[in-house]
């Protein structure tokens, strides 16, 4: 076991070769293209609880208010805070709506750069322009979803607000 330790001191590992500094520029845009790649996927996620909230939010309204507004008397006032909160649900399911993100596969890169004829270095850079791609067309997708999400929570403050509107009219009116 001693001989094991004196061995182990003198046969060091052989150190690693220096990168290029191309090289080295890969490393790190490929790590924060990572990192940039985690931070676009919360955003998506967090955009879709915030649509999934105005869904449910509308659906309440909507059965909460919904029967109390439209009556024989005043039917016509009380749609506009229902045909608002359905224009909440619509643009909440667009903000919802699965889209395909269209960069390679995992299995498309491994077959295709596994066996490749080209440098190490060259599949780096490969590589990274591949995770650059997704990255731009999630925060493009991201945009659009936050934009629609935007519109939801305006209609749904409308609804809300019209909705409101509605009783105090109806409640002067059959006063």
Do not use: C
Not at 7 to 22: F, G, I, N, V
Not at 34 to 59: C, I, M, N, Y
Not at 77 to 89: D, E, F, H, K
Not at 118 to 128: G, V
């Amino acid at each position: 076991m001693l001989n094991a330790f004196w061995k182990s001191r003198e046969d060091p590992a052989p150190p690693e070769p220096a990168l290029t500094p191309q090289q080295a520029r890969v490393r790190l845009l490929n790590e924060e293209l990572s990192q940039l790649r985690g931070a676009a996927v919360e955003r998506t996620r967090t955009t879709d609880t915030k649509a999934s909230f105005l869904v449910v939010a509308a659906g309440f309204l909507a059965g909460v208010a919904g029967s109390e507004l439209v009556d024989s008397d005043t039917w016509f006032i009380g749609l506009v805070p229902l045909s608002l909160t359905l224009a909440t649900v619509v643009v909440s399911a667009m903000a919802l709506w699965p889209r395909a993100l269209s960069v390679p596969s995992a299995r498309f890169v491994v077959d295709t750069y596994v066996n490749a004829d080209m440098a190490p270095e060259t599949l780096e850079d490969h590589l990274l322009e591949i995770r650059t791609k997704e990255v731009e067309k999630r925060n493009a997708q991201n945009e659009s979803k936050a934009g629609l999400t935007k519109w939801g929570f305006i209609l749904l403050i409308a609804a809300m607000a019209s909705s409101l509107a509605v009783v105090v009219v109806t409640a002067i009116l059959g006063a």
